[in-house]
């Protein structure tokens, strides 16, 4: 097999191994960054401004989001719900 042809199979087999990794990792939620649902497929993060009164506005609006609530997608939209999930995916309701 050439060389080149088992670069690309390995290249390819990597990202296949970080792709699932990716999916099975924790979100690392880090202060002074705000993440924005952006419609289907869309997320972005982005440093929030320091001001004082940026952080009074967000916040005058702003709900806690509660213990094990779940967030899923359904048909490009963003749902959550509360419950856990085992690890194979299976979701119980507390």
Do not use: Q
Not at 20 to 26: N, P
Not at 27 to 55: I, L, Q
């Amino acid at each position: 097999m050439p060389k080149l042809s088992k670069t690309l199979i390995a290249t390819a087999a990597f990202a296949v191994i970080a792709t699932s990794a990716f999916s099975e990792a924790t979100w690392d939620f880090k202060a002074g960054m705000a993440y924005v649902y952006g419609g289907p497929g869309r997320m972005s993060a982005m440093a929030m401004a320091p001001a004082e009164k940026n952080h009074e506005a967000m916040m005058k609006n702003a709900k806690k989001v509660p213990d094990n609530t779940v967030f899923f997608t359904n048909n490009g939209s963003l749902y959550s719900t509360s419950g856990r999930l085992d690890p194979t995916g299976n979701f119980y309701v507390n």
